[in-house]
């Protein structure tokens, strides 16, 4: 995935990838891939737009727990 390509997605685009992050990362052969979107998405999303996105903190069995670390 391009950079550029993750800047016009919308938050339902970007959450719709990171569940599938989520679940292509349990998977060596998917893995790869994962990172390589979750990296383009956190190159352009600051951690308090993702945050502030619907669902942000749900998940399968239990809230998300994200920390933020300023940098």
Known sequence: MHNTQVEHMSDEDVRTALEY?????T???NCHAAH???KAILAHKRPAQLLSMPGAWEG???PVQLR???G
Do not use: K
Request: with cysteine; charged share 25%; glycine share 0%.
């Open 27 to 29: 998977n060596t052969r």
């Open 21 to 25: 992050c989520r679940s292509w990362n």
């Open 60 to 62: 399968p069995d239990r």
């Open 68 to 70: 933020v670390v300023a």
């Open 36 to 38: 390589a979107m979750l």
